[in-house]
């Protein structure tokens, strides 16, 4: 009986939590400035809103979420690279510092492949004139 009451109780707590959607009014103005959670939580947001009937979605909803898939920002931001992570930076930089020491390694391996190739040329003109003696 006690497990009743609270269940009905957890159930009538948990059914007055409503969802409050996020703000979508100017959201092309306000979106630089908007912390990153905020933009996940309303990318998320019109995503399951665009899963209905687009005939029953608020006329600012549908604006936001074609700013969202189409508006500039990321990669098609004026700003080019103003939205990299440092993160990005970092793993950027070190796989060239990784591409250039591979270079330089390839290029003193070539090196040293033509001279033990130039001595082994020496070696075997030295050992076909010996052989012709």
Known sequence: MLTRVNRRAQAKWLSSITYTPPDLADLPKRWPKISPPVKEE?????????????????????????????????????????????????YKGLFNALLFIALGVSVLNIKRDKSVDSALNRLKSLESRSETQ
């Open 42 to 90: 309303i990318i998320e947001y019109l995503t399951w809103r665009m899963e209905d009937d687009w005939r029953h979605i608020p006329f600012k909803e549908i604006r936001a979420s074609y700013f969202v898939s189409y508006g500039e920002w990321g990669p098609r931001s004026s700003a080019g690279d103003a939205q990299v992570s440092p993160t990005f930076l970092i």
